[in-house]
């Protein structure tokens, strides 16, 4: 995929595997290495001042490259470009300036928050990072307003909250450096739905304010309807389909996207496609199957998909597709 004028951040490409060591600690000589592979080739575009979800099973690879993209973790190849600008290449030091405008909100936000810090200390720092910009400091106090809290919770501990506050403490810290893009993950999935949805009204209404872009890393295609502009399907290790939200979500074209989407409770039952049932569990990132990466599991599956690795390909306006069934 290449760059454009539309994206304020762009991977071309990306990939990120691990080694594991496998045998015997005490032999030396019988142990050997295996190969995760967690990001294998993904292309995305996160749209200005709009949201790109990222959905699939657990192992996907999700998580991963939400890290990759905020560079938390280095990929193994491929290219990061934000506005234009290649981060790959950078050195730690020259990394820093554009990290202040990558932000991630991890899904427990008891455990990315200090315990042995009040609110006001954990949104010091992440401030004054904020105000090198323009040289204006904004307020804790207000900081928490924006978030929906009042100035009390400046003087409480993590354990003191509840999980839908610690999550918006956690959102605060993001938005304290004025950051350009925030990566999302599963920030919702530990909330009672009442408060997931309080959440998901916070992130739109603070969106249309501040005009930040969004990773939206979720399993839960409900909350995704809500929020997505564009969405990207992953399934070990790769985007199997991509498309506006509302192209995606009426038309879905990949096997693995249809059986997502026909889990979604709604009261519509006569929808325009039929749903397939899937077979078994996501194979392992470590044994990749041969061929399509999905046909293990695919009720679509036929003999091509066992050998052929599909490459995506245009289905429409606004839809890529990677599956052999409309080549």
């Known amino acids: 995929m290449g760059r454009s004028n539309q994206g ?90 554009f990290q202040r405008l990558l932000q991630i909100v991890f899904q427990n936000p008891y455990s990315s928050l200090n315990p042995r810090k009040r609110v006001g200390q954990i949104l010091h720092d992440p401030l004054i990072l904020g105000s090198q910009e323009d040289g204006q400091l904004e307020s804790a106090e207000k900081l928490l307003e924006v978030v929906g809290l009042d100035s009390s919770f400046l003087s409480k501990y993590p354990h003191e909250m509840s999980g839908g506050q610690r999550q918006r403490i956690a959102i605060a810290r993001a938005l304290a450096t004025r950051p350009k893009v925030i990566v999302f993950d599963e920030i919702t999935s530990a909330l009672d739905v009442s408060v997931q949805a309080q959440i998901i009204n916070l992130l739109i209404q603070l969106q249309k304010e501040r ?37 995606l979500f009426d038309s879905p074209k990949h096997p693995y996207t249809q059986i997502l989407l026909s889990a979604i409770p709604t009261p519509n039952f006569r929808a325009s496609w039929n749903p397939f049932s899937i077979k078994g569990e996501p194979p392992s990132p470590i044994n990749v199957p041969k061929g399509c990466r999905f046909n293990p599991r695919c009720p679509r599956v036929f003999e091509k998909c066992k050998t052929n690795d599909p490459k995506m390909i245009i289905g429409g306006t606004d839809h890529e597709i990677s599956c052999l069934l409309y080549k």
């Open 8 to 97: 304020i951040l762009h991977a071309n490409n990306l990939v990120k595997f691990f080694e594991e060591d496998t045998g015997s600690i005490v032999d030396f000589f019988k142990r050997r290495k295996r190969v995760i592979k967690a990001v294998d080739g993904v292309n995305i575009e996160v749209p200005r001042s709009q949201t790109l979800a990222l959905v699939g099973e657990s192992g996907c690879g999700k998580s991963t490259l939400g890290r990759i993209i905020t560079t938390l973790i280095k990929p193994s190849s491929g290219e990061i470009f934000f506005d234009n600008k290649s981060l790959s290449k950078l050195s730690r030091r020259q990394l820093m300036p």
């Open 211 to 247: 005009g930040i872009s969004y990773v939206f890393i979720s399993h839960d295609l409900s909350v995704v309807r809500q929020l997505a502009h564009q969405v990207s399907v992953m399934y070990l290790g790769r985007i199997v389909e991509k498309a506006s939200a509302d192209v």
